[in-house]
């Protein structure tokens, strides 16, 4: 059984910044691309970020660039997305979730390709 949890997420004031963390168990995760995406209320679910299996190589929204880091430490089994000066704009529950496909084949932008996700966090920034 393959559990994916996300935490970190809560209400912070605009510039504020928040560390999200995402965990499995039932899977190892160093063997999988791990992306985050987020939903706001009315609007579909987007991609935000995505890291390959050895940390290597990252990828962003542009919305997010040089405000959001995505990392991880597979000794841990957790990925993590530090979300700096946020925006009202970045307020929407936030998903990661795990993709067994290969970074050559970008797949890592596309929902469909990942398989587990988790339940989300809700993050929520006060202008």
């Known amino acids: 059984q393959v559990h994916v949890v996300e935490s970190g997420g809560g209400l912070v004031q605009a510039g504020g910044s928040l560390r999200l963390s995402c965990a499995a168990s039932?899977?190892?995760?160093?063997?999988?691309?791990v992306g985050w995406f987020r939903q706001a209320p009315g609007k579909e679910r987007e991609f935000v970020a995505a890291?390959?299996?050895?940390?290597?190589?990252?990828d962003y929204v542009d919305s997010v660039k040089g405000r959001f880091s995505i990392s991880r430490d597979n000794a841990k089994n957790t990925v993590y997305l530090q979300m700096n000066s946020l925006k009202p704009e970045d307020m929407a529950v936030y998903y990661c979730?795990?993709?067994?496909?290969?970074?050559?084949?970008?797949?890592?932008?596309?929902?469909?390709?990942?398989?587990?996700w988790g339940q989300g966090t809700q993050v929520t920034v006060s202008s």
């Open positions: 890291i390959s299996r050895s940390g290597v190589m990252t």
């Open positions: 039932g899977r190892t995760f160093s063997t999988y691309i």
């Open positions: 979730a795990s993709n067994p496909q290969y970074w050559y084949t970008g797949s890592y932008n596309h929902d469909e390709a990942y398989d587990y």
